[in-house]
């Protein structure tokens, strides 16, 4: 690993997070940044915030390039470029450049689509203040793959966390005379948390792997069609059918990106039909179904001015 300093910012992709602790609190696994192109290629960035080693999880943080556009490659095909990591010092006003020390380049194959460092800085370093990397809870990577001719940024992106207040992350969504109800999907109406709009989805007789056997709940971002280009709402949350007995609550949690191509996630099979319609388990009081989706982080992906 060779470590240096620079001022001028990546020619490539840039990801700036704000509330990276509340990544750190979520325990979230990976981010995933939009396809860049440089080289004639795509590419994106992979972070591991809490790292990508099993044995010193949380103690270091991992960062990688991976090569997207392999689908049209042809067989034994081959990309040889230089892979250089960024993290910005807000303290010194520079950029931190991380790359590896072989200097021959990274060959990029069929069995090797990503470059990158599992302990790309220590988690303990990261946090220090006076090493800059955090300011105000918000921090900047960033990535440059060699090619002749340096390029301008083409795609910068900022994701801002937040972590909702108590008392305005839940909705609860009562079905009436749930016995009654004969649509093969329910619709909650909207609803607000953060600056995201939502609703719920609900199959009484299943959907995907629960058809016929269990309840299938979805979140899903409302009114997706009036988001800019590329979009993308992460969050980490919780939905439960409630019971008239607190124990038998039955609860999924879930946390997942929210995009285009991916409008809804929640839970196929929450709960087997047989338990929800079995009285002693209190699930249909009076015939009234009762579902509460709690949001405990978000984040929005937007683009980084």
């Known amino acids: ?28 696994p990976k981010i995933e940044s939009d396809v860049f192109e440089a080289n004639g290629h795509k590419w994106r960035l992979d972070l591991y915030p809490n790292g990508n080693d099993e044995e010193n999880k949380g103690s270091h943080i991992s960062l990688y390039v991976v090569i997207c556009d392999t689908e049209s490659c042809l067989k034994g095909w081959e990309v040889c470029v230089d892979v ?5 010092d807000h303290i010194h006003h520079n950029y931190v450049t991380i790359q590896d020390t072989n200097g021959r380049g990274t060959r990029f194959h069929e069995n090797k689509t990503t470059c990158g460092f599992d302990k790309l800085i220590p988690m303990e370093s990261f946090m220090e203040s006076t090493n800059g990397y955090l300011f105000n809870d918000s921090c900047v990577f960033g990535a440059e793959v060699t090619v002749p001719v340096p390029e301008f940024t083409q795609l910068d992106r900022c994701l801002s966390m937040i972590k909702p207040l108590a008392t305005k992350n839940t909705y609860t969504w009562t079905i009436n005379k749930f016995s009654a109800v ?124």
């Open 182 to 305: 004969k649509e093969s999907v329910l619709y909650s109406e909207m609803f607000k948390v953060g600056n995201v709009k939502w609703h719920m989805e609900l199959y009484p007789e299943g959907n995907n792997t629960g058809e016929g056997t269990h309840l299938s709940i979805f979140l899903a971002v409302h009114d997706a069609a009036s988001f800019a280009d590329g979009w993308k709402v992460y969050a980490k949350f919780k939905i439960c059918v409630k019971s008239e007995d607190a124990e038998n609550d039955m609860e999924g949690e879930c946390d997942a990106w929210f995009h285009k191509s991916a409008l809804g996630w929640g839970f196929p099979s929450l709960i087997l039909l047989s338990e929800l319609i079995d009285a002693e388990k209190g699930y249909l009081l009076n015939d009234n179904l009762i579902v509460k989706v709690d949001i405990s982080v978000m984040g929005t992906l937007r683009y980084f001015i």
């Open 84 to 88: 250089c990591f960024f993290v910005y």
């Open 1 to 28: 690993m060779f470590v240096s300093r620079r001022k001028h910012e990546p020619a490539h992709y840039m990801l700036k997070i704000e509330s990276f602790s509340l990544l750190i609190e979520a325990e979230t």
